[in-house]
């Protein structure tokens, strides 16, 4: 993982495999140790294909597959 994107701290592993359920895609999920800034990894390059129609502001849901 690399350094915080708003603090520059560590970013810890949170997920190592997280199934996006609009894209299908997989992401790894870490967290920073020190200010708790969520970073998903890769960046996805265009975040409208994540907040799509359906998402209504809600909290965006990951399911870890198993
Ligand atoms: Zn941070």
Redesign the pocket.
Known sequence: MTA??????A?ATRFDRVLDPQTREEFTIGV?E????GHTQPQPEDLGRYYGAQYHGGRHRWRVPS
């Open positions: 915080c994107n708003g603090c520059g701290g970013v920073c020190q200010c708790g800034l």
